[in-house]
C-alpha cells in the first residue's frame, strides 16, 4: 500500500502486466544478469515502486529498466527525472525541506544552510527529523511516536544511496555525513514500531546502516571506527535474530581484521559467517566469506590453507547467483573474485600469479563502478612492481590517478603511495619518473 502522498506509478504496473509482482522480479534479475549487472529485486521493491515509494531508481536498476524497455526513458516508465529528485536545486524549485543530512549526488559537504536547518528540525520528534535526516523526500510530515513503514523505508534507502556513492566516488566525503542517519536509525528502534514486520525491517536496515557507514569508516581508514560500527551491527543482528545481518557483520570484520594485520581474527570472523551464512540459500555469500578466510590465512602465510579455502569459495561462485543474494552483494561479481585472489597471492609474496589475477579484474570490471576500477587498478600496479615490472606497474598506476578526481579513497591513495616508494630506489625510466612525480602531487 502506498504510503500517504505518494502518487502510484501506473505507467510501471501497465509494464507488469499480467506477470505477478515475484514473476515480473525474477524478470528484472535475469535482464540485470544479461548485462552484467546484480540487482536484487523482489516482489516487495516492486510493489513500493508501482506503489510510488521509489521515484527514481538508483542507477543500477536504472540500466536494467532501460534495457528490459529499450526506448522508453525513466520518465515513460513513470519514474520522476533524476535531477528533480536530488541535489539541493530540485528541493528548492519544489519548495521540498532541504534535508540537513541528505546523502546525494552533488557533493557531500555541510554548508551554513544545512547547519541552520539542522537546528530546526532537531526541535522535532524523532520520527519527522529520521524522515528528513535520511534523505528520503517523502512528500509528506513523518508519524510522530512509534516508527512505522515510512521509518523503515527511510532507513532502507539511505543504505542504498550510501552504497551507490560510494561505488561512484569512494568513502572519505561520505563518512562524517552518512554517521548521523545512523544515528537517528537508532533512536527510532528505541523509541518502538508500530509491530513486529516493521521492526524486523527496521533491526535489518539499522544494522545494514552501520555496516555501510563501518564501511565507509573502514576505507577512507578509520578502522578503529569501522570496528566499533561492524561490532554494533553483529550486535544488532543477534538481537534480532537474523542470520543473513550476522554473515555480512562476520563477512566486514574479517575483512577489517585482515586490513588491520590480525590475520587469526580474520579467519575466525569468516569461519563464523560461513556458519551464520548455511541458514540462508545464497552460493555467492559463502563464496565471499570463503574469499575473507583465504584473506585471512594468506595474511598468516599458510599457502595451503589459503588454496583450500580458495577452491571452496570458485566452486561456491559456480553455483551462480540466486534470488537468496543479499541486496548489499551486488558488488560481487567475478572482478571482485578475481581481485581477492589477487589479495591473497600478494600478501603470500606470488607477485606474477597477483598480477594475472588482478588483470583480470580489471578488464572484466563495468566502468560505472570507479571506485572498484581505481581500487583494481592501483592492485595491479602494487603487483607489477613487485613483480619486477616497473614500467607496467607505473602506466597501470597512472592510469588510476584521472580516476581519483572523483573517488575519494584513503585506501587506494595509500596503496599508490606504497607502490611510489616501491618504484622509488630503482630506475628512472621515463613512465616510472612520470608516475612518481603525479603521484607526489595527489
Not at 420 to 440: I, K, N, Y
Amino acid at each position: 500500500m502506498a504510503s500517504s502522498g505518494a502518487v502510484p506509478n501506473h505507467a510501471f504496473r501497465r509494464l507488469r502486466g499480467q506477470r505477478s509482482p515475484g514473476e515480473f522480479a525474477a524478470a528484472v534479475r535475469r535482464a540485470a544478469r544479461e548485462i552484467g549487472e546484480q540487482v536484487a529485486c523482489d516482489a516487495r521493491y516492486i510493489g513500493r515502486v508501482e506503489a510510488g515509494e521509489i521515484r527514481c531508481p538508483n542507477y543500477a536498476y536504472e540500466r536494467v529498466f532501460l534495457h528490459m524497455f529499450p526506448g522508453l526513458s525513466l520518465t515513460d516508465l513513470g519514474f520522476t527525472a533524476r535531477e528533480r529528485v536530488r541535489g539541493r536545486g530540485a528541493r528548492a524549485r519544489t519548495g521540498a525541506p532541504l534535508s540537513p543530512i541528505t546523502i546525494h549526488d552533488r557533493g557531500v559537504g555541510d554548508d551554513e544552510e544545512s547547519d541552520v536547518r539542522r537546528r530546526a528540525f532537531m526541535a522535532g520528534s524523532t520520527t519527522s527529523v529520521a524522515a528528513v535526516s535520511l534523505g528520503l523526500a517523502l512528500g509528506v510530515p513523518a508519524p510522530r511516536g512509534r516508527a512505522g513503514r515510512t521509518e523503515a523505508s527511510a532507513v532502507e534507502e539511505a543504505v542504498r544511496r550510501i552504497r551507490l556513492l560510494d561505488d561512484r566516488h569512494g568513502a572519505d566525503g561520505l563518512y562524517r555525513r552518512a554517521a548521523e542517519p545512523l544515528r537517528t536509525a537508532y533512536e527510532l528502534l528505541d523509541a518502538g514500531t508500530s509491530g513486529r514486520a516493521t521492526a524486523d525491517r527496521l533491526y535489518a536496515g539499522a544494522g545494514e546502516l552501520a555496516l555501510s557507514v563501518g564501511w565507509l569508516a573502514h576505507d577512507s581508514g578509520r578502522l578503529q571506527d569501522a570496528r566499533s560500527h561492524y561490532a554494533e551491527a553483529l550486535a544488532t543482528a543477534r538481537v534480532a535474530g537474523d542470520p543473513g545481518l550476522e554473515a555480512h557483520a562476520f563477512c566486514n570484520t574479517s575483512f577489517l581484521a585482515r586490513d588491520a594485520g590480525r590475520y587469526r581474527e580474520a579467519v575466525r570472523a569468516a569461519e563464523a559467517g560461513q556458519h551464520a551464512a548455511r541458514q540462508l540459500s545464497s552460493a555467492r555469500l559463502v563464496a565471499l566469506l570463503a574469499l575473507r578466510e583465504a584473506g585471512g590465512w594468506a595474511g598468516l602465510g599458510d599457502r595451503a590453507a589459503c588454496e583450500l579455502a580458495l577452491g571452496r569459495a570458485h566452486a561456491w561462485f559456480g553455483r551462480g547467483p540466486s534470488d537468496a543474494d543479499p541486496e548489499w552483494m551486488s558488488f560481487f561479481g567475478e572482478p571482485e573474485l578475481e581481485a581477492l585472489e589477487a589479495q591473497c597471492w600478494s600478501a603470500l609474496g606470488d607477485w606474477r600469479k597477483a598480477a594475472r589475477h588482478a588483470h583480470r579484474a580489471v578488464a572484466l570490471q563495468d566502468p560505472h563502478f570507479t571506485r572498484n576500477l581505481a581500487l583494481y587498478q592501483a592492485q595491479l600496479a602494487a603487483d607489477l612492481v613487485r613483480a619486477g615490472a616497473p614500467e607496467e606497474g607505473a602506466s597501470a598506476g597512472l592510469r588510476v590517478l584521472p580516476l581519483l578526481d572523483d573517488v575519494q579513497s584513503t585506501r587506494i591513495q595509500a596503496m599508490l603511495r606504497d607502490t611510489a616508494r616501491a618504484l622509488a630506489p630503482g630506475g628512472r625510466s621515463e613512465q616510472v619518473a612520470v608516475f612518481l612525480e603525479r603521484t607526489r602531487r595527489v
